[in-house]
Structure formats: structure tokens, C-alpha cells
């Protein structure tokens, strides 16, 4: 089974700045995707960004931006550029590919979220 | 194109009822998948539709059921419900199953009392 670890609890950072948040994750199959997804006070679950761990190049949208580690099982996002809409909870997930046999739990595996709080 | 749509957005039940939460997902999506969040347990995958039938189920009880109808709508069903299934109840579609990304809709907040 996999886990996935979010080791910041809760940051704080001024409007503007730079954050990175952590993440690190186990598993013993070779492809897999990693996710970031935002969840915002209204609880909507927004994709922010997606990596392909067969793709060695880091995935980039706009402000977002990851660092993928494969050796080192390590999926940061920076957010760059810091904005108060960018204020939510924020979840690391894990996918392998879903084969849809039925005889296994194949769904996202999130870590326990770290709640980003942009300052103005 | 619209995005997952869940209703209700919130229910307030008791102990020993049941409760029957939709899902329609974005249009062209046949996969859907459900998932409970709570605070002390965080998201947990419940189960995932393809084609009307189900292709893979997490780690809860036989209380927890789902169907999914032709159209790709699906409606996932708790019965007997305990005080410990308050939760926000997610859904999310996504196109196939294999690598496709998964997008949620914004949650069915279910009390039970």
C-alpha cells in the first residue's frame, strides 16, 4: 500500500512571497502519478498540478511548480508569487494506474494536508 | 463544460437512517469515484465506477454502497448510518480509468445525529 506524508501541519507567508510545501510518499511500483490538489474555505477540490513519474522534467503551471525526486520519493510545490486567493488546505495524492480489476483499492491516497495561509 | 455537480449539498440525518448522495459528472467523463473526508481520517477512497459496474473499492463497510446508471451519473448509498459516518462525501470524474486525472466536485456534507 502507499502512503503519502505532509510533514507542515500549517504555514504562513506574506502575499508575494515564495512557499514550498513538502511532500513525500512510499511505494514499491515504478509509474505512478503524483498530484497537488487545493481545497479552498468553500471545500471544492481544485487540481492544481499533475507529474507523471515517468517524466523526468518537473511540471509547471503558471505560479505552481513542483520538484520531483523520484530516488528520494519527494513531491514539493512551490507557489511563487504568493496571492490571498492562493489561502486553502493543500493535499498531496498518489495514483497508479487504475486497472479496474475489482480487487483493489486504486483510488487517489492523499496525505493529511497542510493549511497554507497567505498574509496580506 | 460544467463540472462534477453533487446533491444534495447538505444533509442532516440520524442514527440507524439511511442516506442516498448523487453524482453527475462532467459530461463525456465515465468514471467516478467517491471519497469520505473527515478530520481525525482525512480523504479516504470509498469506490470507483466505470461502465455501470465497480472497479475498485477502498477499505469500508458493506454499508457503503454505490451504482452508477448509464448516463455515468452515479449515487452512492450508506445505510444503518452511525454517528461516525458525518463527513464531507466527495465526488470526482474523470475520463477513464488508468492514468486519468480525477476532478471533484464540491462535496455533500452529511450529519448524522
Known amino acids: 500500500a502507499q502512503t503519502v506524508t505532509q510533514s507542515q501541519p500549517e504555514m504562513s507567508v506574506q502575499e508575494a512571497e515564495t512557499v514550498t510545501l513538502s511532500c513525500t510518499y512510499d511505494t514499491s511500483e515504478s509509474n505512478y502519478y503524483l498530484f497537488w490538489y487545493k481545497q479552498p474555505p468553500s471545500r471544492q477540490m481544485i487540481l492544481v498540478i499533475r507529474q507523471e513519474a515517468y517524466k523526468q522534467q518537473n511540471a509547471t503551471e503558471n505560479r505552481f511548480s513542483v520538484n520531483f525526486q523520484k530516488a528520494a520519493k519527494s513531491f514539493s510545490l512551490k507557489i511563487s508569487d504568493s496571492q490571498l486567493g492562493d489561502t486553502a488546505m493543500y493535499f498531496c495524492a498518489f495514483m497508479k494506474p487504475r486497472e479496474g480489476s475489482g480487487g483493489g483499492a486504486d483510488g487517489l491516497t492523499f496525505g493529511k494536508g497542510t493549511h497554507l495561509i497567505i498574509q496580506p | 463544460k460544467a463540472g462534477v455537480t453533487q446533491t444534495p449539498r447538505y444533509l442532516i440525518k440520524t442514527r440507524g437512517q439511511q442516506v442516498t448522495l448523487s453524482c453527475s459528472p462532467i459530461?463525456?467523463?465515465?468514471?467516478v469515484s467517491w471519497y469520505q473526508q473527515t478530520p481525525g481520517q482525512g480523504l479516504q477512497f470509498l469506490f470507483e465506477?466505470?461502465?455501470?459496474?465497480?472497479?475498485n473499492k477502498g477499505n469500508f463497510p458493506g454499508r457503503f454502497s454505490g451504482r452508477q446508471f448509464s448516463n455515468s451519473r452515479s449515487e452512492m448509498n450508506v445505510s444503518t448510518l452511525e454517528l461516525g459516518d458525518s463527513a464531507l462525501y466527495l465526488c470526482a470524474s474523470s475520463w477513464g480509468l488508468r492514468t486519468d486525472t480525477q476532478y471533484f466536485g464540491p462535496g455533500t456534507r452529511l450529519t448524522v445525529l
Open positions: 465506477y466505470f461502465s455501470e459496474t465497480q472497479r
Open positions: 459530461s463525456g467523463h465515465r468514471s
